[in-house]
């Protein structure tokens, strides 16, 4: 496989797109159809919790009847044929979804959170849950009303599993960003990052995101397609 032994996949909603998973900048994507003030800050949700309730439920009933695409599937292999040589490949999602771990992903950061986890703001307690969420659901660990969260990163919150990212990239001799824009920091800076260390940058996306210029190399076109045939050339080369 390439001579690359470790490396950083940082993905974004493009890779699910193929999925049928809305992503968020575009004309009809999900921030032109809600304000994120509203549904992705902690003070949307102090102010109208039901309403953030409702945008979060929708997204994970969308999310359990999707699948997992080309793309996933061919990361996850990619993944275990690594780790059979001894290497690591570390996927860095900004997804809340969960279809990499349903592509058999195992490697991998949700630095926005997930979906089908929610959280307790009384008792800390984090849970799988693929059920709605309201306002009145009672923890079921500490029994408090009014306390449970979606467990994801809104605007103006500090992403997930930093420390552990930055050690990641720093000690990763390819980093590969797919279907992101561009456009969310930190995310967006971690290929910065990445060159200033001497690494080898790679992009794949259905167009020149916002940070393409930093790139060492580029592929243009759906994920589903571009990113199993970089797969496999990557894996022969
Ligand atoms: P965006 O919606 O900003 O960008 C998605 C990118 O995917 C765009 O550059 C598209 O061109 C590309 N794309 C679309 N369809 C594709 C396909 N079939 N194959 C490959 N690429 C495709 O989504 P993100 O960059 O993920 O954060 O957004 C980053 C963060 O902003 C999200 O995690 C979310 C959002 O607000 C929070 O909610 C905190």
């Known amino acids: ?12 909603a493009g890779i699910s797109a193929d999925s049928g ?20 800050t902690p003070e949307g949700f102090a102010a109208n919790p039901a309403l953030v309730h409702e945008f979060y439920n929708l997204r994970r009933a969308g999310m ?14 990619m993944e275990a044929a690594l780790a059979d040589s001894g290497g690591e490949l570390t996927v ?8 990499h771990e349903r592509g058999g992903g195992r490697n991998l950061l949700h630095m926005h ?15 799988g849950w693929l059920e709605d969420l309201f306002v ?26 930093m420390d552990e990212i ?5 000690a990763a001799d390819l980093f590969v960003s797919i279907g992101t824009s561009g456009s969310v920091y930190p995310a967006a800076g971690f290929v910065a990052e990445a060159k200033a260390l001497g690494i080898r940058c790679i992009e794949i996306n259905l167009e020149p995101s916002d940070t393409a210029g930093l790139f060492d190399e580029t592929h243009y076109g759906p994920a589903a397609e571009i990113v199993p045939a970089w797969v496999k050339e990557a894996m022969m080369t």
């Open 1 to 12: 496989m390439s001579g690359f032994k470790k490396i950083v996949v940082l993905t974004g």
């Open 92 to 99: 860095v999602t900004q997804n809340v979804d969960d279809l």
């Open 166 to 170: 930055t050690q990641k990239i720093a």
């Open 21 to 40: 998973v809305p992503t968020f900048r575009h004309a009809g994507g999900i921030w032109a159809k809600y304000d994120y003030r509203d549904v992705a």
């Open 113 to 127: 959170g997930e979906l089908a986890k929610i959280r307790c703001t009384k008792c800390g307690m984090v849970s």
């Open 136 to 161: 009145d659901t009672v923890c079921p660990a500490c029994s408090a009303t009014r306390a449970l969260r979606p467990h994801i990163v809104w605007f103006g919150e500090m992403p997930m599993l």
């Open 64 to 77: 359990v009847s999707v699948e997992p695409n080309a793309a996933h599937v061919a990361l996850a292999w």
